[in-house]
Every structure is written in structure tokens, then in C-alpha cells.
């Protein structure tokens, strides 16, 4: 079983993290997940509070929700800046993104 299958199978908590230096600004992120990701007037994409608030500080974190697991999953793959990063909360091992194992 790959540590992505194990993520979702167990249940574990997810957060995910944008990697400016490496944002393209493309929104593709923005487009697949508008409730987690948000491009600001800078031109990079940033994560998003389950407030809605807009996360700008390096590294910043927020949780994945699972029903929106697929859409965040989807656009780590699809983003040409290989620059989102889904890992789990418990080790911060990287499940998804250009880390990932």
C-alpha cells in the first residue's frame, strides 16, 4: 500500500502548504479548490484558514478537508510549478506534491 492510499485509508489528517519561490501563478490550484486556495494581488497562490482568511506567511498550513481531498490532490498534480505540498499532520510526511514518497 503507497503512503497515499495509507493516508486515506486511515483516516489521517491532511494539511497542505504552497511553496511561493516555486508558484507560476497559474491558478490552476484556485480553479480545482477555491475554498482551500486563493491567488492574491502578488500573482502567487496561498492556502486559505477554514475561515476563509488568506494564509500569506511562509510555509503556512491548513487543513485538508476530506470531501475536498480529490480537489486538492488534483491540483498538486496538475500545478506547473510543482509548488503544493500535501503531508500528513501526525509525521509531516509528504502524501502528495513533488516530496512525496
Do not use: N
Not at 70 to 79: I, P, R
Amino acid at each position: 500500500m503507497s503512503v497515499q492510499q495509507e493516508a486515506v485509508t486511515k483516516g489521517a489528517e491532511l494539511e497542505v502548504w504552497i511553496d511561493q519561490d516555486l508558484c507560476t501563478g497559474d491558478g490552476i490550484c484556485a480553479q480545482y479548490a477555491p475554498e482551500v486556495f486563493e491567488l492574491d494581488i502578488d500573482g502567487l497562490a496561498y492556502v486559505k484558514s477554514p475561515d476563509d482568511e488568506l494564509l500569506q506567511a511562509r510555509g503556512a498550513t491548513t487543513p485538508v478537508p476530506l470531501p475536498l481531498l480529490t480537489d486538492v490532490v488534483d491540483s498538486a498534480k496538475e500545478c506547473p510549478g510543482d509548488c503544493i505540498h500535501v503531508r500528513r499532520v501526525s509525521d509531516r510526511v509528504e502524501v502528495y506534491g513533488p516530496d512525496a514518497e
